[in-house]
């Protein structure tokens, strides 16, 4: 505790003739023993929800370089690039052993009471979804989605025991041996709406940024489809769009569904525009001029 | 693949959508009910306004049995809150009633420290303060839970509402002076300075809770100032003859 100087040998020096009362000493009356006992609980209460937020903002990092990562893809198709793929497992070991880590703090009336906290699982939500969709042109389920989150934390609780080359092996490393009624006990953390509605929201963004880039070193817009007949990547924009605009107007938090809307139409209309440019002045193209071969661009593993 | 799978699974929109709806409806019901609620306790609050011209001898006949009526509508409002929300997450709704059942809270303390809603193990006495599960008791919901999910009163919800009272103390003190009573303005003092001094064992963070505790020291000094114009010319009961 600091309140006192110390001499050059490190002995607390004492102040002559100023004797200052006790630190914390507390006037005691009636009411103490209730505010104490108060006090105990908003404590737990407090520090609960500073583990929360701690593993929350880790979380919320690895989803950020997992999203960086999946930005270095240049197509879609059913296997990503192997370095890349390794990246994002890792990534998600760690991101399994945090969920893990603070499933138990969040069960029951908990899940909901710190949702605040918990804004990690929307950034999660749109790494997740923006993999999925980079692998199959499709937008993974909320139900889906839930389960994988789930088993992440599961996966996690299982890990922390364990070896961690388990973790490392990657491509979610089958836990399968675990009893499967041990695994149902095992606390775990699902999704709220808002935590997976915000987090493709996210998803039209990450989209866009991945149709931008592909569409200028390839010269075309993504599709899974190699024949170019199928549909592209401004096609699933407009169609999550329209998804967006049809689903009724959520009454509680409408300033935030109604901000993350507009960033959605803005990214919809840039890739109409990258369309637009792509078919206008696609034929100016020089004579000669190639497409990079994908993925030639990226220089290794980066870090 | 891409051409058989279509991007948005067709059951997903729906599924979605009538969540929001469904969710939509209870918002619905629930302001009716909120509103219920705060009318109660607007009526109650305004029943409590007069104990600033109502003299100390006068409140079991004329001030209690009006105001504990107001209490009594009360509880009746938030047993219908709590049987339409206890089917609901509590967390996921609750900051929708927070402030009326905090202003609800207020009124019983406010009451009770008024000598009012007696029972008959305790009989009411000025300067009586309720716990947290007395409160929940004079409610008839449980308080801060922890183990399910259903209505309660939180521990925010009991200080939040305690908070509340602090600053109609500290005018009731002036204008009980004002009423001739200047014993009930000591005992005013008396209290705020223990609550003042027990708001400060809480550790709190810097949110909601402690904005409001941080408004206790000025009706500390307001109180304290009461106090003081009286020993300064002796009118304090007890205190006189020295």
């Known amino acids: 505790?600091?309140?006192?100087?110390?001499?050059?040998?490190?002995?607390?020096?004492?102040?002559?003739?100023?004797?200052?009362?006790?630190?914390?000493?507390?006037?005691?009356?009636?009411?103490?023993?209730?505010?104490?006992?108060?006090?105990?609980e908003l404590d737990a209460h407090h520090d609960r929800r500073d583990r929360i937020g701690k593993a929350s903002r880790d979380i919320t990092a690895l989803s950020k370089k997992i999203i960086f990562s999946l930005q270095r893809v240049r197509e879609i198709y059913e296997r990503l690039p192997e370095d890349i793929q390794k990246e994002v497992d890792?990534?998600?070991?760690?991101?399994?052993?945090?969920?893990?880590?603070?499933?138990?703090?969040?069960?029951?009336?908990?899940?909901?009471?710190?949702?605040?906290?918990?804004?990690?699982?929307?950034?999660?939500?749109?790494?997740?979804t923006f993999h999925h969709y980079l692998k199959t042109q499709t937008l993974i389920t909320q139900d889906s989605l839930t389960a994988i989150i789930e088993d992440l934390a599961?996966?996690?609780?299982?890990?922390?025991?364990?070896?961690?080359?388990?973790?490392?092996?990657?491509?979610?490393?089958?836990?399968?041996?675990?009893?499967?009624?041990?695994?149902?006990?095992?606390?775990?953390?699902?999704?709220?709406?808002?935590?997976?509605?915000?987090?493709?929201?996210?998803?039209?963004?990450?989209?866009?940024?991945?149709?931008?880039?592909?569409?200028?070193l390839s010269g075309k817009m993504a599709s899974s489809d190699a024949?170019?007949?199928?549909?592209?990547?401004?096609?699933?924009?407009?169609?999550?769009?329209?998804?967006?605009?049809?689903?009724?107007?959520?009454?509680?938090?409408?300033?935030?569904?109604?901000?993350?809307?507009?960033?959605?139409?803005?990214?919809?209309?840039?890739?109409?525009?990258?369309?637009?440019?792509?078919m206008v002045r696609?034929?100016?193209?020089?004579?000669?001029?190639?497409?990079?071969?994908?993925?030639?661009?990226?220089?290794?593993?980066?870090? | 693949m891409s051409k058989s799978k279509p991007l948005i699974d067709p059951s997903l929109f729906d599924q979605l959508r009538i969540k929001i709806e469904e969710d939509t409806a209870i918002r619905k019901d629930l302001d009716k009910i909120i509103d219920d609620l705060t009318q109660h306790v607007a009526y109650t609050q305004g029943l409590l306004s007069r104990i600033h011209s109502t003299p100390r001898s006068k409140y079991p006949d004329v001030?209690?049995?009006?105001?504990?009526?107001?209490?009594?509508?009360?509880?009746e409002g938030v047993k219908v809150l709590g049987e339409f929300a206890g089917k609901l997450s509590y967390y996921k709704y609750c900051y929708?009633?927070?402030?009326?059942?905090?202003?609800?809270?207020?009124?019983?303390?406010?009451?009770?420290?008024?000598?009012?809603?007696?029972?008959?193990?305790?009989?009411g006495e000025v300067g009586k303060l309720l716990g947290l599960e007395e409160v929940g008791a004079v409610f008839g919901v449980p308080v801060n839970l922890k183990d399910r999910d259903a209505f309660h009163i939180t521990i925010e919800d009991y200080l939040l509402g305690l908070v509340n009272i602090v600053d109609e103390l500290a005018r009731l003190a002036m204008n009980s002076v004002t009423l001739g009573d200047t014993e009930m303005a000591v005992k005013i003092s008396g209290f705020v300075k223990d609550l003042h001094a027990g708001f400060q064992v809480l550790n709190l963070k810097n949110d909601i809770l402690r904005k409001r505790v941080d408004s206790i020291k000025y009706s500390v000094k307001k109180v304290e100032?009461?106090?003081?114009?009286?020993?300064?010319?002796?009118?304090?009961?007890?205190r006189m003859e020295e």
């Open chain 1, 1 to 40: 505790m600091s309140g006192f100087k110390r001499d050059r040998q490190g002995n607390a020096k004492r102040q002559e003739g100023f004797s200052k009362p006790a630190p914390k000493q507390i006037v005691r009356n009636a009411l103490t023993p209730m505010f104490e006992s108060l006090r105990d």
């Open chain 1, 90 to 128: 890792t990534r998600l070991a760690e991101i399994a052993k945090l969920l893990a880590s603070i499933a138990p703090e969040v069960q029951g009336i908990n899940r909901l009471r710190y949702a605040r906290s918990l804004v990690c699982l929307e950034e999660l939500v749109e790494a997740l």
């Open chain 1, 154 to 216: 599961r996966q996690g609780f299982v890990a922390e025991d364990e070896i961690m080359a388990n973790a490392e092996a990657g491509e979610g490393a089958p836990n399968e041996q675990q009893a499967s009624d041990q695994q149902n006990k095992i606390p775990t953390i699902g999704l709220t709406d808002n935590d997976y509605l915000y987090g493709v929201f996210d998803l039209t963004g990450e989209m866009m940024r991945f149709a931008t880039t592909t569409s200028a």
């Open chain 1, 227 to 278: 024949t170019g007949s199928g549909r592209d990547i401004v096609r699933d924009m407009h169609e999550l769009g329209t998804f967006f605009e049809t689903l009724p107007l959520r009454a509680g938090n409408r300033s935030t569904w109604e901000k993350k809307l507009e960033v959605t139409r803005q990214s919809v209309q840039k890739v109409e525009k990258l369309e637009y440019d792509l």
């Open chain 1, 282 to 303: 696609g034929s100016e193209r020089p004579k000669g001029w190639v497409p990079d071969p994908s993925s030639a661009d990226q220089p290794g593993s980066p870090e």
């Open chain 2, 63 to 75: 001030l209690l049995p009006m105001v504990e009526e107001g209490v009594r509508r009360e509880t």
């Open chain 2, 96 to 123: 929708r009633w927070n402030r009326a059942v905090q202003d609800a809270i207020s009124t019983v303390l406010l009451t009770t420290w008024l000598g009012g809603l007696g029972t008959e193990e305790r009989k």
């Open chain 2, 225 to 238: 100032d009461v106090v003081y114009d009286l020993s300064l010319r002796n009118l304090i009961p007890g």
